[in-house]
């Protein structure tokens, strides 16, 4: 398997360019080249209903950072 190249990686500070965040600015936790996204901290916030587990007794709603395409970013610095 072939890795894809990408002008981010995990660590960057990177700013949001298109959409709805635009102008948000965070560091990327993650990046998915096969699908072409990465996780900004802070950059696209979604509410995601858990249930309840062994490792979230309480469950319920919390609030995550969710993927945005990686032709949304831009790299600072």
């Given at each position: ?65 969710a993927p945005v395409h990686i032709s949304n ?5």
């Amino acid at each position: 398997m072939s890795s894809i190249k990408t002008h981010v990686k995990k660590g960057d500070q990177v700013e949001i360019i298109a959409g709805n965040h635009k102008g948000k600015q965070g560091t990327v936790l993650s990046v998915n080249a096969a699908k072409g996204q990465v996780i900004v901290e802070g950059g696209r916030t979604v509410q995601k209903a858990v249930r309840r587990s062994e490792a979230d007794p309480d469950g319920g709603i919390k609030t995550v950072d969710a993927p945005v395409h990686i032709s949304n970013v831009k790299k600072l610095g």
